[in-house]
C-alpha cells in the first residue's frame, strides 16, 4: 500500500485542498501521515479513514519512507527539507504547491487540462516533482488553452486583477478590516463628496490597518506585486513569461508580458488580456476553440447582462469554472483578440492542480 505523506494541510491552499479531496472521496487505498510543525502527536483531521498521529514535519526518516509528499508548507519548508531528502537518495513523488522548485530543471509545472501530455512524458521519464503553478498563469492557460492547443497564440499581454488572498491569509484579514473602517464612516445624510474626502482621510490616516499590504487596498488598488527585477518587471510579471512557457512545454517561446495589480478582491483572480494571432481567424471559430478545451472554461456571450451575471468574483468565488467573456477582435488588426477571465486563486489557482496531479502519481504508480 502506497504511503502518502500530507505537510502544511491546515494553511490556506492545504485546508482548500483537503475540502477538495474530501468533496472528491480520494481518500482511499493508501496509508495517509499527516504531518505538522506545531502540534506532534495531535489528532489528524477526519478524511473518513484511519489515520495515525501527527508526525513531525521535520522527521526525515519518517518523510524518506513516503512514496508520496505532498506540501502546501511553501518555499521555506521546500528548500530546507527536499534537498535533505535527496541526498538520503529519496525516490519518492514529491508535489508541492509553493513556487521553490518550479523553474528546476528536473520538475513539472502541472496544469493537467493543459499540459496532460508533458505530465505523462515526465512520469515516463522519471521525472520525480510536480509542481503547482503560479496562479495568474494557471487561470490564464485555463481560460485560453485552446488557442494554445491550436497553436495560434504569437504573443499576450495580461493584466491581472489579483485578489488578496494571493498574499497570504492575513492579507485577506487586513482587506477585510479595512472595508470594516470605511464602511464605518458611511453616513446617508453626507454628500457623495464630503463621503470621499472623510474616506480618503482615513485611508491615509496612521490608524488605517496597512500592516500586510503596506498601503491601502479597500478603496484603492496596488500596481505592484512581488519583488522587482532588473528588467523593471515584478517577479510576478516575470512568471507570466516562464512559467507559460515551462507549463506548455514550448520549444520556441510564447512572449508573455503585462502589469500585475492587486484589487479588493477576495479570492478570485481576473485578467484582461491581449492577444496577437499567429494569423487571421475568425471569432466564431476561435470562441469554439476556447470554450471546447477543457470541462471548466465558459464561454460569456459579450453583452451586458452576462458579464455582470457571470464574470466577475462575486460571481465565480468558491467554484471551478473559469469563464472567459468580453471576447472580440480588436481595432489594431485582425489577428487581434481581446478577453477578460476571471478564476478562483485558491481553486484552479492553487489546490485543484495538486489534487488532480497527486491522482495521476497514484495512477501512475499502481
Not at 44 to 63: E, F, K, N, R
Not at 91 to 110: H, P
Not at 209 to 220: M, T, V, W
Amino acid at each position: 500500500m502506497l504511503k502518502i505523506g500530507f505537510i502544511g494541510w491546515r494553511g490556506m491552499v492545504g485546508s482548500v485542498l483537503m475540502e477538495r479531496m474530501i468533496q472528491e472521496r480520494d481518500f482511499h487505498d493508501y496509508e495517509a501521515i499527516f504531518f505538522t510543525t506545531s502540534n506532534i502527536g495531535g489528532k489528524g483531521p477526519d478524511i473518513g479513514m484511519s489515520t495515525p498521529a501527527l508526525q513531525d514535519a521535520y522527521d526525515l526518516d519518517i518523510l524518506a519512507s513516503l512514496d508520496i509528499a505532498v506540501t502546501c508548507q511553501g518555499s521555506d519548508y521546500t528548500k530546507k527539507i527536499y534537498p535533505e531528502l535527496k541526498k538520503r537518495g529519496w525516490k519518492g513523488y514529491w508535489i508541492d504547491a509553493s513556487s521553490g522548485l518550479r523553474m528546476e530543471n528536473d520538475s513539472i509545472i502541472v496544469l493537467d487540462p493543459v499540459n496532460r501530455a508533458v505530465i505523462d512524458n515526465g512520469l515516463k521519464t522519471g521525472i520525480k516533482s510536480y509542481i503547482g503553478g503560479n496562479c495568474t498563469v494557471s487561470l490564464m492557460l485555463m481560460a485560453i488553452g485552446g488557442l494554445f492547443e491550436n497553436n495560434l497564440v504569437e504573443w499576450i499581454t495580461s493584466m491581472t486583477y489579483q485578489a488578496a488572498s494571493g498574499a497570504g491569509a492575513n492579507n485577506m484579514k487586513e482587506l477585510v478590516a479595512q472595508m470594516t473602517a470605511i464602511g464605518a464612516i458611511n453616513n446617508p445624510d453626507l454628500s457623495a463628496v464630503e463621503l470621499d474626502r472623510l474616506i480618503t482621510n482615513e485611508m491615509r490616516g496612521k490608524a488605517f490597518p496597512i500592516e500586510f499590504f503596506g498601503a491601502p487596498l479597500a478603496g484603492s488598488l496596488i500596481p505592484w506585486i512581488d519583488a522587482a527585477l532588473e528588467s523593471g518587471q515584478t517577479k510576478e510579471e516575470w512568471k507570466g513569461y516562464a512559467e507559460t512557457n515551462k507549463i506548455l512545454g514550448t520549444t520556441t517561446p510564447i512572449p508573455v508580458d503585462g502589469i500585475c495589480v492587486r484589487v479588493s478582491a477576495m479570492r478570485c483572480h481576473s485578467q484582461g488580456l491581449t492577444i496577437k494571432l499567429k494569423k487571421d481567424a475568425p471569432l466564431d471559430e476561435l470562441i469554439e476553440m476556447i470554450a471546447g478545451a477543457n470541462d471548466w472554461v465558459k464561454v460569456v456571450p459579450n453583452d451586458k447582462p452576462s458579464t455582470l451575471a457571470g464574470l466577475s468574483p462575486a460571481a465565480v468565488s468558491g467554484t471551478l469554472t473559469v469563464p472567459v467573456g468580453r471576447i472580440r477582435k480588436m481595432k489594431l488588426g485582425p489577428e487581434f483578440l481581446t478577453a477578460f477571465t476571471v478564476g478562483d486563486q485558491l481553486l484552479w489557482g492553487a489546490a485543484e492542480p495538486i489534487r488532480r496531479i497527486l491522482n495521476i502519481v497514484i495512477e501512475h504508480l499502481s
